[in-house]
């Protein structure tokens, strides 16, 4: 599984304010019992979905956002209400 899409706020993570709130909301929402959270380096996080092994991923720069990705699936259907909750949109290639 290979269907990564790409998402940001309007204005791009630089102007985004509330990075410790969708890092809490992240938490809250992909919990154990339903997501193996990976954590390869300091500044990036992952949430594996138990059910079918699709991925949520974010990467940080001093606990800022610079990337916020999911994996076609039970990850990307799960992502739906933080994305719509904190305005993030799909990034689209030109």
Known sequence: MNDWQYFQPT???ADFSEHQ?????LW???????????????????WESRQDG????????????????AQAG???DSARLLITRFHISPVTEE
């Open 28 to 46: 809250d929402r992909f919990t154990i019992d339903n997501w193996h959270y990976l954590n390869f380096t300091a500044g990036s996080s992952a």
């Open 74 to 76: 039970i990850a990307r």
């Open 11 to 13: 204005n791009g993570w």
């Open 54 to 69: 699709s991925i949520i991923r974010v990467h940080y720069v001093n606990d800022h956002f610079i990337e916020f990705a």
């Open 21 to 25: 709130a969708l890092t809490d909301a």
